[in-house]
C-alpha cells in the first residue's frame, strides 16, 4: 500500500534495508509482490514444507479486505457507505490498534486522513497540490479519529464523507499476520518483510540473533541497504522505520510535499527528524508508533518514549549545520552491531 507511482515521488518505503547472508538449505526464502510493494520472507520449517501459496493466498485476502486501492475492497466498500458491508476481524483490529495509538498520541495518529491524502493527491501519479487554509478547514469536519467506531459489527461514521486508511499500519499488521501463520504451523524461526515492515523470531540462517539494516536518511540513497547508518540485532520483535527523505514530491510551485500528514494542522509535517525506526511487540505496533513519531518531531518523540519501556527507538536527525545526529533509547543500544 506504500507505492511509488511516478518520477517526482522519490521512494516507497521509509528508510530500511534488510541485510542477506548466505543462506542455509534448511531456510526457505518467498518474495513477491503485494500491497504495491514487494514481500521477502525467510523461514525454517522442520518438516520442509513450500509455504508460497498459503503465504500468498493470505496476502491476496488482505488485500480484499484492507486495500484503499482495491475498488473492489472491504475497506473502499466500507468508505463507500456499501450497507451491507461489515468490517471483518483485520479491519476491527486494526481500527482498535490505531485507536490506542490515538489516544496515547494525542492525535498524532489518525487513519482518518484519507480525505486529506487524495485531496494532496499523495500516492498518485498527479502534482501534488498544496491545500489552501478554507480547503483544509472544509475537510476538517470530516476527519478525526474520535468520529469512527465499530459498534453492533458495523462501522458507524459521523459522517459519510469520512473515510478510513490503514497504509501506516496495514502493512506491519499484515507481517504479524504471517507471523501468526507461522505459528500456527509450528514454525519458530522466520523473518517476515512486507514493504519494509518486519517481524522477526527465533534464529537467522546464520545462527542467533537476525540483523537488520537501518538506511542513512539522505535524499538519493534509494535503494535499501545500499548505505547503511548501523545494523541492529532482532528477534521476536516488530520493527519498521518511518521517514520522509524516499517518499516526497514536488508541488506546481515546486513545495516539497511530504507523505506524512499532521492530523492537528492537516499539513505536511515539517521539522528536523529525519527517519523513526521503532522496535515493538508487533510490527502493527511499531508501525503506528513510527509514523507518530514523523508527525510529532525529535523532543516529542523523545518523550513519548520514555513513557513506553516496550519501545525502542533510534531516531535519526537533522542539525542546523546539516549534519545528522542519533537519538537512541538505552533498550535499544544494546541491539547496534556497528
Known sequence: MKTTTSLTLLGAWATLGLLSCAPKTSYTTVDGFTQGSTYHIVYHDP???????????????????????????????????????????????????????????????????????????????????????????????????????????????????????????????????????????????????????????????????????????????????????????????????????RKFAFDENGNKVTHTIDPQTLRPTVHNLLSATIIAPTSAIADGYATACMVLGLEESKKLLARHRELEGYLIYGRSDGSMGVYMTPNIEKRVTR
Not at 468508505?79 to 476481524?89: C, F, I, M, Y
Not at 484519507?114 to 475537510?139: K, M, N
Request: contains cysteine.
Open 47 to 245: 518438516q520442509g514444507r513450500d509455504l508460497r501459496s498459503n503465504i500468498e493466498e493470505l496476502l491476496e485476502d488482505f488485500d480484499n479486505s484492507m486495500s484503499v486501492y482495491n475498488p473492489s475492497s472491504l475497506l473502499t466498500r466500507l468508505n463507500e457507505n456499501d450497507t451491507s458491508a461489515r468490517p471483518d476481524r483485520w479491519i476491527a483490529e486494526c481500527l482498535a490498534i490505531a485507536r490506542r495509538i490515538s489516544d496515547d498520541t494525542r492525535g498524532a495518529f489518525d487513519v482518518t486522513l484519507r480525505p486529506l491524502i487524495a485531496a494532496y493527491r499523495i500516492g498518485t501519479e498527479e502534482t501534488p497540490h498544496l491545500l489552501s487554509q478554507r480547503e483544509i478547514d472544509s475537510i476538517r469536519v470530516f476527519t478525526g479519529y474520535g468520529k469512527v467506531k465499530i459498534e453492533e459489527g458495523r462501522l458507524v461514521k459521523t459522517d459519510p464523507r469520512l473515510a478510513l486508511d490503514f497504509n501506516a499500519i496495514a502493512q506491519g499488521y499484515s507481517s504479524d499476520l504471517v507471523g501468526e501463520l507461522f505459528d500456527s504451523l509450528g514454525i519458530r524461526d522466520y523473518m517476515v518483510e512486507i514493504g519494509g515492515e518486519i517481524l522477526c523470531r527465533g534464529e537467522s540462517p546464520r545462527g542467533g540473533d537476525w540483523r537488520i539494516g537501518i538506511d542513512r536518511p539522505v535524499e538519493g540513497n534509494m535503494v535499501p541497504g545500499e548505505d547503511l547508518q548501523t545494523i541492529l540485532r532482532l528477534t521476536d520483535a516488530g520493527l519498521v522505520t518511518s521517514g520522509n527523505y
